[in-house]
């Protein structure tokens, strides 16, 4: 059984940076891409980064992209989510969530996804 468990939120003024990690446990970590999604008060849980198995690939929203940085250590089970420039629309409860399929982390669809930690809240305040 695959457990995911973040860490790392909390709450930042705008412009500022956190780093969200997320360990798996459970089974073999190097099978598995991963990634992150958030979910802001009233609206939908969205994709936000993704990292292939190997950590050779990587895949970021739009919204992120250049400000955000997602990387993995395969010796520590871990993947990692850098948040830089930290925005008040950044503000959201950010998910790992784990697949052994590439292709589908990359389509950034919720539901596709294998398993799911419980979330850490981020709050960045204007």
């Known amino acids: 059984q695959v457990q995911l468990v973040e860490s790392g939120g909390g709450l930042v003024q705008a412009g500022g940076s956190l780093r969200l990690s997320c360990a798996l446990s459970?089974?073999?970590?190097?099978?598995?891409?991963m990634a992150w999604f958030r979910q802001a008060p009233g609206k939908e849980r969205e994709f936000v980064a993704g990292i292939s198995g190997n950590g050779g690939n990587t895949y970021y929203a739009d919204s992120v992209k250049g400000r955000f940085t997602i990387s993995r250590d395969n010796a520590k089970n871990t993947v990692y989510l850098q948040m830089n420039s930290l925005k008040p629309e950044d503000t959201a409860v950010y998910y790992c969530a784990a697949d052994a399929s590439w292709a589908i982390v990359i389509r950034g669809r919720p539901g596709a996804m294998d398993y799911w930690g419980k979330g850490t809240l981020v709050t960045v305040s204007s």
């Open positions: 459970g089974r073999t970590f190097s099978t598995y891409a």
